[in-house]
Every structure is written in structure tokens, then in C-alpha cells.
């Protein structure tokens, strides 16, 4: 699958929804739709993908977030951002292994009024990516309540310029971690 399908499967998540249930194996795709987050105007996307790093080398297995704005009532992609995916990356698993309830990934940034004529005044949009253990249902976000897939893994977006914090919710609504998304505050795990 190429550049150009991917972004086009992109936007068709965008518009439709993730499918349900989440996937729990590659079945021989290049490309599996994880998690993703809409906030209003801006969203994320994450992805897991398969591809080599050059022709001829072995596959690996990447993890890619793709953000995005909407301008005159279309989706426009901001940027992206990726790494490589952990072992068994559809597998949860529990907080002892994980080492907690709700592990920061990665994070990154989009300009997003990128056409201004001066340098000041930049606004961006964020995003984060989170692995919750099998004991976390939801992630609050602000005021906003976000399922966790079956497989573990989850983006956040927001567009203000201070970091939201994360917190894990067990099935019966009990905060069982909170994290800050502050990458200045938090520590990367991987």
C-alpha cells in the first residue's frame, strides 16, 4: 500500500469511524487502523504498518500518528510522526508488565496556521500516544471520555497550548492513574 492509499483510508477512517471490533492481527494488511481522536476542528490518526526501512531489508512493524484540521468542511493533513511498534503490538497487557496503567509512547506537534506572514502568533495541534493496560476501559481527556480498544493502544489530540492530563478509568469509573501529558513533566517510555 503506498503513501496515497494510506491517505486515503485515512480519510475514509476520518469520516466513517474505526472499524469495530478493533483488529487483532495484521491478516496479512500492510496497514491496521488502531485508535483514533477528533476534537472538533482537529484529529488524530494511529495507525500500525508494516513496511522495510530500504529495499531489501526485513519488515518492520511501525506505529504511525497522522493529524489533521478541517478547513472548509474537508480534512486537511497537518503531519505525522512514527516509530517503531513494540513486540506483539495487538497483544494488552496487564499493569505489572506494562509498569503502569497508562504509558506515554510518543508525542508530537503540527503547526497549524502554517500560511501566517509573521513568525509569532503559531498555533499547533498535539497529540500524544498512550498504552493502557487490561485494566483501563477509558482515558478522560479534560472533559472528554475516550474508549481504549480491546488491543491497548490510544492518541489524544487537543489544540491548546497547555498539555491536558490523562486519566485512567477503570470499567467502574475508579481513576486508577493519571498522567501528565506535558512532555517537559513526563518521562517517554519505550
Known amino acids: 500500500m503506498n503513501d496515497n492509499e494510506v491517505r486515503e483510508e485515512i480519510l475514509r477512517l476520518l469520516r466513517d469511524d474505526l472499524p469495530i471490533p478493533a483488529p487483532a492481527e495484521f491478516e496479512?494488511?500492510?496497514?491496521?487502523?488502531?485508535?483514533?481522536?477528533?476534537?472538533?476542528?482537529?484529529?488524530?490518526?494511529?495507525?500500525?504498518?508494516?513496511?522495510?526501512?530500504m529495499p531489501?531489508?526485513?519488515?518492520?512493524?511501525?506505529?504511525?500518528?497522522?493529524?489533521?484540521?478541517?478547513?472548509?468542511?474537508?480534512?486537511?493533513?497537518l503531519g505525522g510522526?512514527?516509530?517503531?511498534?513494540?513486540?506483539?503490538?495487538?497483544?494488552?497487557?496487564?499493569?505489572?508488565?506494562?509498569?503502569?496503567?497508562?504509558?506515554?509512547?510518543?508525542?508530537?506537534?503540527?503547526?497549524?496556521?502554517?500560511?501566517?506572514?509573521?513568525?509569532?502568533?503559531?498555533?499547533?495541534?498535539?497529540e500524544a500516544r498512550l498504552q493502557a493496560s487490561d485494566e483501563v476501559a477509558r482515558i478522560r481527556i479534560g472533559n472528554r471520555t475516550l474508549e481504549v480498544p480491546e488491543h491497548g493502544h490510544a492518541v489524544v489530540v487537543w489544540g491548546a497550548r497547555r498539555?491536558?492530563?490523562?486519566?485512567?478509568?477503570?470499567?467502574?469509573?475508579?481513576?486508577?492513574?493519571?498522567l501528565d501529558l506535558d512532555r517537559s513533566k513526563s518521562m517517554l517510555n519505550i
Not at 526485513?58 to 493533513?77: P, S
Not at 486519566?167 to 469509573?173: F, I, Q, R
Open 28 to 53: 496479512q494488511r500492510p496497514v491496521v487502523p488502531l485508535d483514533r481522536d477528533v476534537d472538533g476542528d482537529i484529529a488524530v490518526i494511529l495507525l500500525l504498518r508494516r513496511g522495510q526501512a
Open 56 to 77: 531489501g531489508a526485513r519488515d518492520l512493524t511501525y506505529m504511525e500518528t497522522w493529524t489533521f484540521q478541517k478547513r472548509d468542511g474537508d480534512w486537511q493533513e
Open 163 to 178: 498539555a491536558p492530563r490523562a486519566e485512567a478509568l477503570s470499567a467502574d469509573g475508579a481513576v486508577l492513574e493519571v
Open 81 to 126: 510522526a512514527g516509530g517503531t511498534a513494540p513486540e506483539k503490538p495487538l497483544t494488552r497487557r496487564g499493569a505489572a508488565e506494562l509498569g503502569g496503567h497508562l504509558l506515554l509512547h510518543g508525542w508530537g506537534n503540527t503547526v497549524r496556521n502554517a500560511n501566517r506572514l509573521l513568525p509569532w502568533g503559531a498555533k499547533y495541534v498535539h
